[in-house]
């Protein structure tokens, strides 16, 4: 692909957030041959007052003072900017007022946005939208891009927070999206009943980070396990994870030994599992400390809810795991089906028993190294090239922008 682009990336996951983020891969991925100006999410008042302790809000408020600077620069083709305002609340107002106030939040911040683009000559640009589904409804019309695509990774009509005004405003914004992009076909379904142009492209991983073949240092916190150890990496949210299926795995198989590994909501914090001795809580790692827990795990799993929200979703860990050789259990989804046999698939607790005790005996230098074939090919860059594959007929000239 010769053609450079400029790309405004706008979302709902900032940049210093602590967590592996798809859109942040795909914005050091995209940066390796286009511009980027990723958009860190503006404050609002209810943000501002309840979680003023907070460090990021700190910065924020810093930065609308104009004592740190709004637009930094991550590499030679990467800006981050922070929008110096703070938008009204939204979510609590019935449709009409929601309506109204949500779009002069987007006009606010276009303003600002306009201004950051041309302070760096952006003059031609495409918008790439990870969900922000509000804040930046409006915003093909107020900037007239290139091109308006939409990311979907993730169901949010599931929570209700989300679902209050986007099963409207979502919906509307995908029909008005130049094209959808998704990461699992199941997500792709469902954009495509609003834009036949929906597309799935998959998922990356941060192959630096996760090297099977690299040797680890052990982690202290193992040194004291006697079993076999199980390991879970991310967030312990009863929105995704299944609690109760948890709890009957450990409890029916004292010889192993569960690590979950992640931030704990109140739902897990304030849940049995805490008094059962062959679970171990070790709180959060950042996404360049985790190799070293996986390399040492002997299977790693992912005992999800069943639901909607679960449905569609593409666990970032999956590939991690894959990445480092190690075999893997997990609730047979619907994205699931798309590792085929290399992963162990479980619809109940004594399927999930049965694949864990299957995972240990057959687990052997070739699996290994087919899981790790399979990684290779989950790459950032090829994720970003089928996004190009799909996306570039729908990006327009300034030829036909004028023209239209």
Not at 5 to 23: A, H, K, R, T
Not at 38 to 66: C, E, T, V
Not at 106 to 114: D, E, P, T, V
Not at 143 to 168: C, E, F
Request: charge should be positive; include cysteine; hydrophobic fraction near 35%.
């Amino acid at each position: 692909m010769e053609k450079r682009y400029d790309i405004l990336m706008v979302g709902i996951q900032p940049w210093d957030i602590e967590i592996g983020s798809n859109f942040k891969n795909m914005a050091m991925e995209l940066s390796l041959h286009h511009r980027i100006l990723y958009i860190n999410s503006p404050l609002d008042f209810s943000s501002k007052l309840k979680r003023k302790a907070d460090p990021k809000i700190k910065k924020r408020i810093r930065q609308q003072r104009k004592e740190l600077p709004s637009l930094e620069k991550i590499n030679t083709r990467l800006w981050t900017y922070t929008p110096p305002i703070t938008l009204w609340p939204t979510q609590f107002l019935p449709p009409l007022l929601f309506k109204w106030v949500n779009r002069l939040n987007n006009a606010r911040l276009a303003r600002y946005l306009s201004e950051a683009l041309g302070f760096l000559e952006f003059e031609e640009f495409i918008i790439l939208n990870d969900s922000d589904m509000f804040r930046s409804y409006h915003l093909d019309e107020l900037l007239s891009p290139q091109a308006y695509i939409y990311y979907s990774r993730d169901n949010l009509m599931t929570v209700p927070y989300w679902k209050k005004h986007g099963q409207k405003y979502e919906a509307d914004l995908m029909r008005k999206a130049d094209c959808v992009i998704s990461n699992s076909p199941y997500l792709t379904s469902i954009a495509s009943k609003q834009n036949r142009n929906s597309y799935f492209i998959g998922q990356g991983c941060d192959l630096d980070y996760y090297n099977g073949n690299k040797k680890y240092p052990k982690p202290k916190e193992y040194n004291h396990l006697k079993g076999k150890i199980l390991l879970y990496t991310g967030l312990l949210s009863s929105r995704r994870l299944d609690l109760d299926l948890i709890e009957q795995l450990a409890l029916s198989s004292k010889d192993l030994d569960f690590v979950l590994l992640g931030p704990e909501e109140n739902c897990f914090l304030e849940s049995r599992l805490h008094q059962i001795d062959n679970i171990h809580f070790l709180g959060f790692r950042p996404p360049h400390e985790l190799a070293p827990y996986i390399a040492h795990a002997d299977v790693c799993f992912n005992p999800q809810c069943f639901n909607e929200l679960t449905a569609g979703n593409y666990p970032r860990k999956i590939d991690e795991y894959l990445a480092m050789g190690k075999p893997i259990v997990t609730t047979n989804t619907p994205t699931m089906t798309l590792f085929g046999d290399l992963i162990y698939r479980a619809t109940n607790l004594e399927e999930f028993k049965s694949c864990i005790y299957r995972a240990l005996r057959e687990d052997n230098n070739e699996q290994k190294s087919r899981r790790q074939e399979l990684a290779q090919q989950h790459s950032w860059r090829n994720c970003i090239k089928q996004l190009w594959n799909f996306c570039l007929p729908h990006i327009k000239t300034q030829a036909s922008c004028s023209s239209n």
